[in-house]
């Protein structure tokens, strides 16, 4: 048998132990809220494909690539054990049974690892929480397609309600209009599922999720309680009103918290999920994601302050435009974003440096930041370059960022390549807060210059999702336990 036969011998075995997981791990999400993840990136819902590129992936932050028979006894032993809700890791799972020297089998080493989520330990499966979105655009179809996605076994989070201008409804065909943005992006792509329309009741059906489309122009106009909603979560995504007596407003019969998707103002709590997340108080009603940007810096930021100390920082941010750019030159308020967006580069202010305050407010660094709009339609870049309180080098800072990238309480926020040839485009999709680009990395004595992708729109939007798990209850533990 030749080498070339060998290695397609051992691509079809793998299509197979794949193609093997793809009911386990369906099953387990349905049944039991379990949600099987590979170094934090979910198997959920992924093709044969997908989960071996998903492996294959791991090569770039774990230094070899981990294949799926190294991976597929642990989930096989996930099967025997009385699982409640929670997040399991098999990457993270085989990766530490590697290491053990004690001789235990899978099955022992995975049972007394997951031990938390068996047996009287485990939390048991609680309430759908209705969520509405106040809002429609970038972020809220994004934001929509996570919650369509998470429904899973019909617990945890359930879109209820999406609230558009009421001036809407007598235009002809807006659901149809509507349901049909949902259902194609152009960078995101289609829809996974499927997509009805009742325009007799203003429902949009997404995967059996029934979701109510009300027209208003004001919060004042909507009874949620009319449409059976309670308790809800309410996600603005308007941006309209961003300081507490504005965001107040949605707090109506129906309504229990809202939380914004732009930075907050005044005395409302900016929270970047993975840093300051486990601040907000339970009796906390209205709380702000911030900016996209804040979220890209904040975990890095975090991760050099608590290994190397901050004295101080810029952070340059090249940004995707945006829809408050014109298209072409016109007036617009604001200087310079009146130019043409797909035509320039275009130097504007960024909030996400002051920000930094309020997610990490025993930083004592003072960070300063600016922003130049570029023409592509997503995915941006922070150059976030760091005075800090010891000399290092590039080698012991690349280490410190791919360890927290796998191991820590940042996982789910740091993403970490090695890729050589890697660009904007690559990281459409990222479910990461950003991305160290370890090749462009620079690091002289103590000063760093680290660089950092993020999806500004659908890694942002998983943040979102991420903070109003946290604030419903339905943030499920991840095992084995990130290293703190």
């Known amino acids: 048998m030749t080498v070339k036969d060998d290695s397609f011998t051992n691509w079809m075995r793998r299509e197979e132990i794949a193609e093997s997981m793809i009911p386990i791990i369906g099953k387990l999400h349905r049944e039991r809220d379990v949600t099987v993840l590979l170094h934090s990136r979910s198997l959920v819902n992924k093709s044969v494909v997908s989960i071996l590129k998903t492996h294959r992936f791991a090569r770039q932050i774990a230094g070899e690539e981990l294949s799926v ?25 085989a990766a530490t049974y590697a290491t053990d020297d004690r001789g235990l089998t899978v099955e022992q080493f995975t ?3 997951v031990a ?13 929480r209705d969520v509405v979105l106040y809002g429609f655009g970038r972020i809220g179809r994004l934001v929509a397609r996570l919650l369509i996605e998470k429904a899973g076994s019909g617990n945890g989070l359930r879109l209820r309600a999406i609230v558009v201008r009421g001036d809407a409804a007598r235009a002809g065909g807006d659901l149809v209009k509507r349901a049909s943005l949902l259902r194609r992006d152009s960078i995101h792509g289609q829809f996974q599922g499927t997509i009805t329309v009742d325009e ?17 122009n004001d919060p004042s106009e909507v009874d949620y309680t009319a449409y059976g909603i309670k308790d809800a979560i309410l996600i603005d995504n308007t941006g309209k009103w961003r300081d507490r007596e504005g965001l107040s407003q949605h707090l109506r019969p129906g309504i229990d918290k809202v939380v914004l998707t732009a930075p907050g103002k005044g005395d409302v709590p900016n929270i970047v999920h993975g840093v300051n997340h486990d601040t907000v108080k339970p009796d906390e009603q209205i709380l702000s994601c911030a900016s996209c940007t804040t979220n890209a810096i904040v975990p890095p ?9 901050v004295v101080r920082g810029h952070v340059e941010t090249v940004h995707s435009f945006t829809n408050d750019q014109n298209l072409l030159d016109n007036y617009h308020k604001a200087d310079r974003r009146g130019r043409s967006a797909p035509l320039n580069m275009v130097i504007t202010e960024t909030g996400a440096a002051s920000a930094v305050a309020k997610a990490l407010p025993d930083l004592k660094a003072r960070i300063t930041g600016s922003s130049i709009r570029v023409p592509v339609p997503d995915v941006s870049i922070a150059i976030l370059n760091l005075q800090l309180a010891r000399e290092t080098t590039r080698e012991e800072v690349l280490d410190h960022l791919r360890e927290v990238s796998l191991t820590s309480p940042l996982k789910r926020q740091i993403d970490f390549t090695t890729a050589p040839d890697a660009v904007s485009s690559d990281f459409i999709g990222s479910r990461h807060a950003s991305i160290v680009d370890a090749g462009a990395t620079k690091v002289e004595g103590d000063n760093a210059i680290l660089y950092l ?10 943040q979102v999702i991420r903070v109003v798990q946290h604030v419903s209850g339905v943030e499920y533990p991840t095992y084995p336990a990130p290293a703190v």
């Open 69 to 93: 028979t190294d991976t597929w006894p642990f989930l096989q032993a996930l099967t025997t054990l009385d699982l409640g809700p929670s997040q399991i890791d098999i990457g993270m799972l």
């Open 116 to 128: 938390g989520a068996t047996g009287a330990d485990r939390i048991e499966r609680r309430a759908p």
């Open 453 to 462: 992708w993020y999806d500004n729109e659908f890694g942002y939007s998983c």
């Open 111 to 113: 049972a007394e690892a």
């Open 200 to 216: 007799a009741n203003r429902t949009i059906v997404a995967n059996g999720n029934e979701i109510k489309v009300i027209y208003a």
């Open 301 to 309: 930021l975090k991760a050099m302050e608590d290994e190397f100390g």
